[in-house]
């Protein structure tokens, strides 16, 4: 293992790199490129075959997408580490990433080792390599490898932007931005538990009384009678997703829920190869947080459906979470960032099931066309009505 593993990088690049790494870590960045065994030139992984290809010759390693057996990481255990052991087992099973910070957006970009330029996947301006540094983190436990290529990315962004009937019409050459979409792996935390619930509150019961109005005439309505109630309700957790890294907005990233999660496949490189993979930036023990905010929301539900009657009151819970367990995991999304009138737009297509979410450019003549039919046909209806 020496530098001429990191051919692919600009000679700037190389000599950062060697300013940096040391040893061990040097030997870990030469990793993140795949040989090829025929003519030594980089593969990279190809979602259609689902096998490794070289970019110059063509060759092909059939790679395993078998699904793994799941082994989840103890959450209690981990937590309790000191900072010096998880830093031990972070060395132990760490994998090593070239890290560059847009100056745009903030964003923390993993650079892809088949490339010797990129822009940020996050807002489309191109990434200095100069500041590139390496960084260890702590190796993803699986991954979903992609499925869905650059191709057939970019067809099915052309047919859900020309299905928006807002977009203005300038903008349907969805191929064009097909072309500038990035395979990137985001990583996510999955958390599993057990929960218990104990609760107190109020079980509202509906009924109709017929009272004398003030004109003497009867009148009925609705009157709650409400009785305290306690209880227990239980439910058991499996893969709550939290984003492990803040590069996509919040509003965007939660729309992409349909994962087939047991599709995972054993953590290797060769899947990435190609690829940008993101490396989380929000602990284990901040992601926790989000989960158990997720789970507390189902969890009130449940005590709704428990306490039944037509309305419920929560005045308190408390839940206890019991065999929690996480994993880190990295999903594949082709991400798009395009700037239009100034405004940056980002596009996610989920790796796996093509599901498109976004915002688009929204044209001003059309949404006020639809608001002015929507108030014509307002005051055609009270016309209506106040006719009869
Ligand atoms: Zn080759
Ligand atoms: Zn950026």
Redesign the pocket.
Known sequence: MNASNLQFFNSSILYNVEQNYQGAEQEALSALQIK?P????A?MYAPKTQNLQ?I????TKPLSVQPAQIQENDYVLWAQKSEEEKAKTVQEQSMAALQVKCDQCGATVQLDSTKSSTNCPYCGTSLILEKAQVKRFWQPDYLLPFVIDKKECSSLFTKWLNGKWFLPSKYKNGNVWGEKFQGVYYPYWTYDAHTRTTYNGERGVNHRVTVKGPNGKPTTRTVTDWHTVSGVVARFFDDILVPASKNLPQDIIKEQKNWPLQSLVQYTPEFTAGFTTDVYTVDFTEGVETAKQQMERTIEEDIRKDIGGNQQRIHSKQVFYTDLMFKLILLPLWIGAFKIDGKTYQFIINGRTGEVHGDYPKDKLKVALVVFGAVVALLLLIYIIFQF
């Open positions: 090829c025929g003519c030594g030139g593969m070289c110059y010759c063509g060759v």
